[in-house]
Nanobody, 117 residues
Framework: QVQLVESGGGLVQPGGSLRLSCAASGMRLIFRFYAMGWYRQAPGKQRELVAAITDGGSTDYADSVKGRFTISRDNAKNTVYLQMNSLKPEDTALYYC?????????WGQGTQVTVSS
């Protein structure tokens, strides 16, 4: 049973930073072979992929976060990170991790990021 547990969200002022973590279990022997991504969903909006990382470490970002967000992974810890800098109010959303492409049954509860003064 795959579990993805996101953490690190919170309330931050515009221009601030947060680092999100995604701890994966049930994938101990194969985690490094999965492409992973960070997704977000704001109320009334569709879920979107904001950052992706391949098994080989190649990364890609949505235009809205390029230059501000950095995705990374530590395969020894079965963990994916999202470093978010220069946060904007429009970054406010519930952030999820998943494989890329996402697997429906893998969605967890996410971690809330709220950017507000």
């Amino acid at each position: 049973q795959v579990q993805l547990v996101e953490s690190g969200g919170g309330l931050v002022q515009p221009g601030g930073s947060l680092r999100l973590s995604c701890a994966a279990s049930g994938m101990r022997l194969i985690f490094r072979f999965y492409a992973m991504g960070w997704y977000r969903q704001a109320p009334g909006k569709q879920r979107e992929l904001v950052a992706a990382i391949t098994d080989g470490g190649s990364t890609d970002y949505a235009d809205s976060v390029k230059g501000r967000f950095t995705i990374s992974r530590d395969n020894a810890k079965n963990t994916v990170y999202l470093q978010m800098n220069s946060l904007k109010p429009e970054d406010t959303a519930l952030y999820y991790c998943n494989t890329n492409p996402g697997v429906a049954s893998y969605w967890g509860q996410g971690t809330q990021v709220t950017v507000s003064s």
